[in-house]
T-cell receptor, first 116, second 109 residues
Framework: NAGVTQTPKFQVLKTGQSMTLQCAQDMNHNSMYWYRQDPGMGLRLIYY???????DKGEVPNGYNVSRLNKREFSLRLESAAPSQTSVYFC???????????????FGPGTRLTVL | EDQVTQSPEALRLQEGESSSLNCSYTVSGLRGLFWYRQDPGKGPEFLFTLYSAGEEKEKERLKATLTKKESFLHITAPKPEDSATYLCAVQIYGQNFVFGPGTRLSVLP
């Protein structure tokens, strides 16, 4: 039982390049989330998927797109990377829909992205 | 505006020196308050959920408490392995989670 896995662990991009961050969970959770974490700031929600087939914007969605590929996998895409997107990205999952009840989120190990 | 603050920003303790971390929140409606531990280079690890004022939860040397305005994470007789960043998050009715910036705890042997 690996929990939440993310790939890659590290990535360096040049401004304007694109890439996709991958996330998978093996806990049969319904909901999945993408956060970014910047120094001195709390985790900020980028996008979430309350259930398979649905996605919604979070607090900071600009410059990102997501795909809920199936119940296990949720990817985050940067179409044209900018230096402001340099951050650590975390994927999380939970059993219940985010607004359907209080529920614990379980986090992956993170992807450290640098945009030059 | 919904807001979560944590204090202190950083805390250095000697092994065995008990202390408390604070999480203060101003939100429109609290559904639950969460504490996470985050080690360097890793994702947050769930510790506790608190739902109502007066509630307490314990795990080994950690005890979390909740009032109407804030939560405390009490660390009793800490050990070096307790060194980590401790994150507080609140879930708001009808909305997503709001995370605090964290308290970086160092426990020296």
């Amino acid at each position: 039982n690996a929990g939440v896995t993310q790939t890659p662990k590290f990535q360096v991009l040049k401004t304007g390049q694109s890439m996709t961050l991958q996330c998978a969970q093996d806990m049969n959770h319904n909901s999945m989330y993408w956060y970014r974490q910047d120094p001195g700031m709390g985790l900020r929600l980028i996008y979430y998927s309350a259930s398979e087939g649905t996605t919604d914007k979070g607090e900071v969605p600009n410059g990102y797109n997501v795909s809920r590929l199936n119940k296990r996998e949720f990817s985050l895409r940067l179409e044209s990377a900018a230096p402001s997107q340099t951050s650590v990205y975390f994927c999380a999952s939970s059993a219940l829909p985010l607004q359907g009840g209080t529920d614990t989120q379980y986090f992956g190990p993170g992807t450290r992205l640098t945009v030059l | 505006e919904d807001q979560v603050t944590q204090s202190p920003e950083a805390l250095r303790l000697q092994e065995g020196e008990s202390s408390s971390l604070n999480c203060s929140y101003t939100v429109s409606g609290l559904r639950g308050l969460f504490w996470y531990r985050q080690d360097p280079g890793k994702g947050p690890e769930f510790l506790f959920t608190l739902y109502s004022a007066g509630e307490e939860k314990e795990k080994e040397r950690l005890k979390a408490t909740l009032t109407k305005k804030e939560s405390f994470l009490h660390i009793t007789a800490p050990k070096p392995e307790d060194s980590a960043t401790y994150l507080c998050a609140v879930q708001i009715y009808g909305q997503n989670f709001v995370f605090g910036p964290g308290t970086r705890l160092s426990v020296l042997p």
